[in-house]
């Protein structure tokens, strides 16, 4: 169970990361997903390195640092994903 959340999780992240960057990425759904998910990890040790592990109720503050984390992974990772992969693709 732990695995099919970590992959939803990922999959609203990676969107609303997506929705946040302005322009266009070229992505696939999976590989944002798959950010998505690199993203509340980094934000989940970040929220820890600040002393956010657990809150009682909502924890707003970890959410904030895992969209903030995976705006950053989802662009970066686009960016990578064109660079290589992307071009090839035009091409075909």
Known sequence: MGWLWAIIV???LGLIAKA??????HSPLWLT???????AIAGNAVARAFGVEATP?????RHIFQV????IIVAL???LY?????????RA
Request: no cysteine; proline share 3%.
């Open 82 to 90: 064109m660079a290589t992969l992307g071009k090839r693709k035009e």
């Open 10 to 12: 990922g999959f609203v």
């Open 20 to 25: 946040i960057i302005p322009g266009k990425q």
């Open 33 to 39: 997903t798959i950010f998505g998910m690199l993203g």
């Open 77 to 79: 990772g686009d960016m």
């Open 57 to 61: 109720g909502i924890d707003w503050t």
């Open 68 to 71: 903030i984390a995976a705006v």
